[in-house]
């Protein structure tokens, strides 16, 4: 909030285990993801990796709840707020909810960009859409890494401060049914969302997550070591 007030342009990432593992595996993503303003632990498995590593009170930072609650405090500070993603159909229906359950809240744009690539002329011109609209927060509903890189080639462009909450556009346009919270706390949501969507996630969980805890382990086996 102190860099809406100041005018800034910034983009938050939420790191999951997905985005962790795409950073590994691509040198020009992880540089994206490093230059970034500010990145949270999105998921339960990054929260207890950072816990692991000594960051004691390192929580979870989830995009579903995030997005409301930065909602109401924009509603209360007359600060209008913008969404970028998702299809036309979930965008919809996940301002007007939000709109219904905050009163005040100022959605000053609202886009859902098309699937294929947009030429220059056309990005262009939703960056200027944007930026006359007045949003002062930008949520971003790409998906990683596709999110992360739109943000990372606009910050300085769009005067805003963006912020990349991927399935959280999904979740509030009730698109997609939120896993429970017990599977949240107990860092079961990526199971949660296999089981619904196993064509479309299979590779990513089955791939990421072994990689992901054996790369933690070792980490965890050298630091240990140096130590």
């Known amino acids: 909030m102190h860099w ?3 005018g800034k342009s910034a983009y938050l990432c939420l790191a999951n285990v997905h985005m962790v ?3 590994h595996d ?3 993503f992880r540089r994206m993801i ?3 303003d500010l990145v949270t632990p999105d998921g339960a498995p990054i929260s207890w990796a950072l816990r692991f590593l000594g960051v004691r009170d390192a929580t979870q930072v989830r ?4 997005t409301p609650r930065l909602c109401r405090r924009c509603a209360r500070e007359n600060i209008p707020v913008g969404f970028y993603g998702g299809t036309p159909e979930v965008l919809d229906r996940m301002t ?7 009163p005040g809240l100022q959605v000053a744009y609202s886009y859902s960009p098309p699937f294929f690539s947009l030429d220059r002329r ?7 859409d944007i930026n006359i609209s007045g949003a002062r927060v930008l949520f971003v509903g790409l998906g990683c890494p596709k999110q992360e890189k739109w943000m990372a080639a606009n910050r300085n462009r769009i005067h805003a401060v963006m912020l990349g909450v991927g399935a959280a556009f999904d979740i509030l346009g009730k698109r997609n049914k939120e896993a429970p919270k017990w599977m949240q706390v107990a860092g079961l949501e990526w199971m949660y969302r296999l089981a619904n969507e196993p064509r479309r996630l299979w590779r990513r969980y089955l791939y990421n997550n072994p990689r992901f805890l054996g790369l933690l382990v070792m980490q965890l086996l050298t630091r240990g070591g140096s130590e």
């Not at 995009?63 to 995030?66: A, H, K, W, Y």
């Not at 007007?96 to 905050?102: F, M, T």
């Not at 990005?123 to 200027?128: K, L």
């Open 34 to 36: 490093n230059e970034a």
């Open 96 to 102: 007007g909810n939000l709109k219904e359950s905050i």
């Open 26 to 28: 691509d040198p020009d």
């Open 4 to 6: 809406v007030e100041e």
């Open 122 to 128: 056309a990005q262009d011109r939703i960056i200027e």
């Open 21 to 23: 593992m795409e950073a």
């Open 63 to 66: 995009g579903p709840e995030l």
